[in-house]
């Protein structure tokens, strides 16, 4: 996909162009360039100025803005995108939920305030995209250009939010590709987690850590997926697994300390629980 232009993206959040342009020049983001100088947008980048937009609109300063977007995009994990999180204004904060963790990007430090509602979300301004990411998809399916698995992988990544379906063909083309393509496992086997198709989930999971040994994404989606699917004790040995790869696994944690307060592990279980808190408050 080659991207959203100035005009599209102007539609489709109901803002001027030159306001796009200002924000890409203001640094709130950094639009790739199309063959005539112009920019060229992601859906990661219309997520970032839909969030801009709405968080200067609720009267918080456009540089603390730019400042706590920069410093969200530096804490999430990577390849954990903008779309997976909510964001919000609370008086003169900004706060960010992933998951069951609040948290301010700009201290780092954990909000416990659960109530509040998220007014940013991405599902409007998925429908939007819609179109537009089908036609491109379809365009690159049917194209007989040849293209490397990491394009494929990106063109998916881009599609997931607007178009899950064509976001797994897509996938699917790369590992075609590029049969040891771990990223593209790890993606694949969430959207079909996703869409309860849990056999398939598993065995894309499963290809993900063959071919890289010891990945914690793919070992705490299995973990996830095993306990969707009453295998407790194997999604247990999964979760351990993805903290033995990455100690600082924050839901791991708490998943793994759920499990052993139900096995009667209390010790454990308080261990794997204080893991938690302490990476989810200003741990970042």
Not at 38 to 67: H, N, S, W
Not at 178 to 202: F, I, K, S, T, Y
């Amino acid at each position: 996909m080659k991207g959203y232009s100035s005009s599209d993206v102007a539609r489709m959040l109901d803002l001027p162009v030159e306001r796009i342009r200002s924000f890409a020049r203001a640094g709130f983001l950094k639009p790739d360039r199309g063959p005539r100088g112009e920019y060229r947008y992601t859906f990661q980048d219309l997520v970032l100025l839909r969030t801009a937009k709405g968080l200067i609109a609720a009267r918080i300063p456009a540089k603390k803005v730019r400042r706590a977007l920069e410093q969200l995009r530096r804490q999430l994990p990577t390849g954990r995108p903008l779309t997976a999180v909510q964001i919000a204004a609370r008086g003169d904060r900004i706060l960010v939920r992933d998951g069951r963790s609040i948290w301010n990007p700009e201290s780092g430090q954990t909000s416990f305030d659960f109530d509040f509602s998220f007014d940013f979300e991405v599902a409007e301004l998925a429908e939007r995209v819609a179109p537009l990411a089908r036609r491109a998809a379809r365009e690159a399916l049917e194209s007989e250009t040849e293209r490397s698995a990491d394009a494929w992988f990106e063109i998916a990544s881009e599609l997931e939010a607007a178009d899950p379906e064509h976001a797994r063909k897509a996938y699917r083309r790369a590992i075609e590709l590029d049969p040891q393509h771990a990223d593209a496992h790890v993606n694949l086997g969430r959207l079909l987690h996703e869409g309860q198709r849990h056999d398939e989930a598993a065995s894309h999971y499963r290809a993900a850590l063959e071919a890289r040994p010891g990945d914690p994404t793919a070992l705490f989606n299995l973990g996830v997926l095993l306990e969707d699917r009453g295998r407790r004790r194997e999604a247990q040995e999964a979760y351990e697994a993805a903290i033995e790869a990455d100690p600082c696994s924050a839901d791991a944690h708490y998943n793994l300390a759920r499990i052993y307060e139900q096995d009667r592990r209390a010790a454990d279980a308080l261990r794997h629980f204080s893991a938690y808190r302490r990476l989810t408050a200003g741990g970042r």
